[in-house]
């Protein structure tokens, strides 16, 4: 049985999509480095504070990581999982912010880029 996979990615519970697009490239970014194969690799993710999030119980009463959503055909089964972190990390520090030094005061009230 193939499997296909969808993946939704939340913070504190909701979907950002600016969080969720950075979310999807990090997760390609990590099955090309882990060479993921299974969906117990894929439930691994763990990039940036993201993790796995069981999405109900099992029969046996271990937690079920992933769930079909819809089969197409015979041969293909869609699958969903859950991913949610509790903070968003700070953004990159920028290598040079606008200061008022870096101005020079001219007569009309505008101010003009020092170089």
């Not at 271990?62 to 991913?83: A, D, P």
């Not at 520090?93 to 005061?105: F, G, L, N, Q, V």
Request: with cysteine; proline share 3%.
């Amino acid at each position: 049985m193939q499997r296909n996979f969808s993946q939704r990615f939340r913070h504190k519970g909701r979907v950002v999509a600016v969080h969720a697009k950075r979310a999807r490239g990090l997760m390609g970014r990590y099955f090309a480095e882990q060479d993921a194969q299974s969906l117990s690799d894929v439930s691994e993710f763990g990039l940036e504070g993201y993790r796995c999030v069981a999405v109900g119980e099992s029969g046996d009463g271990s937690k079920q990581l992933w769930e079909t959503v819809n089969v197409v055909g015979e041969n293909i089964q869609v699958v969903q999982m859950l991913f949610d972190r509790d903070d968003v990390p700070g953004p990159p520090s920028m290598a040079k912010t606008k200061r008022k030094d870096d101005y020079t005061e001219c007569n009309s009230d505008k101010r003009i880029r020092s170089k």
